[in-house]
């Protein structure tokens, strides 16, 4: 659906001052977005909260879960888990090839939970295929509507080269700490206080339209927030600093 937006969560700092501020993600001009975490930080949580907005919207949702945790369970009819995945990932794939012979735009998003595990469990040839179908639509999605929302704990250079995570314009990172390399992986440009501790389910946004400032004391005692959904802490950018909205 051309000019929606989606909530991705809530600034932490406003939502300290009562204020729930909340971040927008604009698919038509950021087509993708990768959600990085520790185990249990919130990845899936956070998925689907953004998963029941698109949910109200004409947009087609296909859902692969490779390791198959339950949370997608019976959200979708275009669903698969484990093997499966190859089928929905392929199908999806043929439907952008289609749109891209025919040029047509179609509003579709393609939800992946456990993506490195998958891309992990190739053999070299498979790994090949796999990663020029995501190249392909993370490159040239936008113009045709085809999105993808990939969710793993770690994204590193075997899993996702440079490249191709450059495409993917929102990155989420949930944990109350992130370690050295998945930092240098997403935020390559932030500073982040490593020694700082969120509140639990909460995390790390960097979005590309604007460049944020941090809105919240970091060495500010959080313990005991009860979050219905989740909230961001912003990082600095390295270079302009804007108020957030
Ligand atoms: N925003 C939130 N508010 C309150 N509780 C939350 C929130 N996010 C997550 N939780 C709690 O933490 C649990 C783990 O979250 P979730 O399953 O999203 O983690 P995950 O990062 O996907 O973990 P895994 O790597 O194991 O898949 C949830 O079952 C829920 O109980
Ligand atoms: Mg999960």
């Keep these: 659906m051309p000019g929606q937006s989606l909530k991705l969560g809530f600034s932490h700092g406003y939502w300290m001052m009562g204020a729930k501020v909340p971040f927008l993600w604009h698919p038509d001009s950021v087509p993708h977005l990768l959600i990085s975490g520790i185990t249990g930080g919130g990845k899936s949580v956070c998925a689907q909260y953004i998963v029941n907005q698109l949910l109200d919207t004409d947009a087609k949702l296909s859902i692969a879960d490779f390791k198959?945790?339950?949370?997608?369970?019976?959200?979708?009819?275009?669903?698969?888990?484990?093997?499966?995945?190859?089928?929905?990932?392929?199908?999806?794939?043929?439907?952008?090839?289609?749109?891209?012979?025919?040029?047509?735009r179609h509003e579709k998003y393609l939800l992946f939970d456990e993506f490195s595990s998958y891309a992990l469990s190739k053999d070299a040839k498979g790994f090949k295929e796999l990663m020029g179908m995501v190249s392909h639509i993370a490159f040239m999605g936008r113009s045709f509507g085809y999105h993808l929302i990939l969710i793993s704990q770690q994204f590193n250079a075997k899993v996702i080269d440079t490249a191709i995570r450059e495409q993917f314009g929102v990155k989420i990172y949930m944990g109350s700490t992130i370690s050295t390399e998945s930092a240098a992986m997403l935020f390559p440009n932030c500073q982040i206080d490593k020694a700082s501790h969120l509140p639990a389910h909460c995390g790390y946004i960097s979005l590309p339209e604007k460049?944020?400032?941090?809105?919240?004391?970091?060495?500010?005692?959080?313990?005991?927030?009860?979050?219905?959904?989740?909230?961001?802490?912003?990082?600095?950018?390295?270079?302009r600093m804007n108020p957030l909205i």
């Design 211 to 239: 460049e944020l400032d941090a809105l919240m004391d970091i060495g500010q005692g959080n313990a005991g927030i009860t979050l219905l959904c989740p909230a961001f802490l912003l990082h600095p950018h390295a270079g």
């Design 68 to 104: 198959a945790g339950g949370d997608w369970d019976g959200v979708v009819p275009d669903y698969g888990e484990y093997l499966e995945c190859d089928k929905v990932l392929k199908a999806f794939y043929d439907a952008f090839l289609a749109a891209v012979k025919g040029k047509m």
